[in-house]
C-alpha cells in the first residue's frame, strides 16, 4: 500500500465495501455508485426525498479517464501473442516456428514485475502483474502446437505459471519446488491440448493473494486448423476485480481491469456479424461471477471444448477459473449494455456497452 500513489482509502482504520461506496460519492469512482452513497448516508433525511435528485444526476460511469498509454482495455480486447505490438518490439516477446508436421512451435517471453495499474480514474493498484499488464498477455495457439514459456521474476516474490490444460508434473508451477525465486528464470514447455479457452496464473502461495494482485490471463487454444470456429469478431473479457484495502473482499470490479471502461469507450461491432466472446472469470474473494447481455440472446460453449453449444441464454455464471465462448450476432444498432448480474458488482465497475454499428457505416 505504501507505494501507491493517488490512492483514495485512508490507512488509518479497516475499510469495509459498503465504507468504499459512501467514500466513492467523494471521490473519483462513479456517478452511479455517488448516488447509493447519498442515499445510504442520509440518516437525516427521507431515502426518498435524499435519493431524488441524484438520480436525476446519476449518469452511470466514472468521473474522469483513466491513462491507455500503457494499456488500453480497448486494445486488449483484440490482441493476442502480442499482436498489439508492432514488428520488432512484437518479436522480443513472441517467435513462431512452423514445425514438419504443420504445427507451429510457439515461444513467449513472460515476466512477472511488481507494477502499479490504474483500476479506475487516480484509482492505482499495486499490482504483480505477468509483462506489466493486468490482464497478463492473451496467448493463442492451435491444438497440436507446441508452447515454450521462458518465465522470468523481476518481481520481488517468488512466482511461477500454472497453465490449465494437459502438461507433465514438472510444468505444472503449483509446488513449492516450482517457485521461480525473484531474479530467477524457468522454461515451461508442454503441448496445446486440448482445445477451448483456458487460463495462467501464479501458483504460489498464499495463492488468493498471488492472484488477486494481478498474475492471471487468458489462453486460448483453438480447434485443430482442419475444423476450425467460423470466421468472427473475436473479443477477450477477463472478469476482475481488486482489493484495494487487503480486507479480502474486492472493492473494484471490471472486465479488463479498468472500472467502467466500456461504458466511456463502448466496444464497437457489427450488426449482422458473428462476435465471439472468450470470457475467463479470474475474481477472487467472491466466489461466483457473471456476465448477463441486454437486448439478445447467445450460444454458450463451456471451457470452448466443444464445437457445439450447451445453451443458449443471455446470462452465463462462472466460478472461480471457469470460462466459456459466447456467441452472438446483433441484429439492431446501437448501444448494448452488458455487466455482471450481481448489481454489486456492476455498480462498483463491472459494467459496459457495446455498440452496434450497420455493416458498412464508417
Ligand atoms: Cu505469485
Known sequence: ?????????????????????????LGSLTGGVAAVSQVTAGEQQSPVVASMPDHLGSAMGPVGRVSTEFFDPTRFLRAWNFSDLAGDDRARFYRETPRSDGTMLREYEIFAVDREVEIAPGVFFPAWTYNGQVPGPTIRATAGDQLRINFVNQGSHPHTLHFHGWHSPDMDGSLPAHQVLPDERFVYEFEADPFGLHLYHCHASPLKRHIHKGLYGAVIIDPPSETPRPPADELVMVLNAFDTNFDAENEVYAANTVASFYMQEPIRVKV????RIYVVNLTEFDLVNSMHLHGMFFDVFRTGTTMVPSESTDTIMLCQGERAILETTFRYPGDFMFHAHQSEFAELGWMGLFRAEDQHAT
Open 1 to 25: 500500500m505504501a507505494q501507491s500513489r493517488n490512492h483514495v482509502i485512508p490507512q488509518n482504520r479497516p475499510w469495509s465495501r459498503r465504507a468504499w461506496l459512501r467514500l466513492a460519492g
Open 272 to 275: 449482422g456479424q458473428l462476435v
